[in-house]
């Protein structure tokens, strides 16, 4: 069973940064896409971004230009890092990923991303 670990979350004042990481305990290879997603209080869960295995990126266009997904084979880590970050950021983010073929979807446990003054 894949687990994805999450971490990097926390609290950061309004135009601040922050990365979150995301280890999945198979290799990134193994998955065709991965990324985060984002569910606020009362609200569905939304993409933030995404990357596949050709470095095909997508972003929603609330985050374009101040958030950044990458993946890093050598550490078999997912990135997102999280700049000029708004109140309206503030949520629980997920790391997800998508494997290979099957396409089976995993979930990280969430983390809590606080922007506030």
């Known amino acids: 069973q894949v687990q994805l670990m999450e971490s990097g979350g926390g609290l950061v004042q309004p135009g601040g940064s922050l990365r979150l990481s995301c280890v999945p305990s198979?290799?990134?290879?193994?998955?065709?896409?991965t990324g985060w997603y984002r569910q606020a209080p009362g609200k569905e869960r939304e993409l933030v971004a995404t990357i596949t295995t050709d470095r095909n990126t997508n972003y929603a266009d609330s985050v374009k230009g101040r958030f950044t997904v990458s993946r890093d084979t050598a550490r078999n880590t997912v990135y997102l890092q999280m700049n000029s970050l708004k109140p309206e950021d503030t949520a629980v983010y997920y790391c997800?990923?998508?494997?290979?073929?099957?396409?089976?979807?995993?979930w990280g446990q969430g983390t809590q991303v606080t922007v506030s003054s």
């Open positions: 198979a290799g990134i290879f193994t998955f065709k896409s």
């Open positions: 997800n990923a998508v494997e290979n073929i099957w396409l089976t979807q995993y």
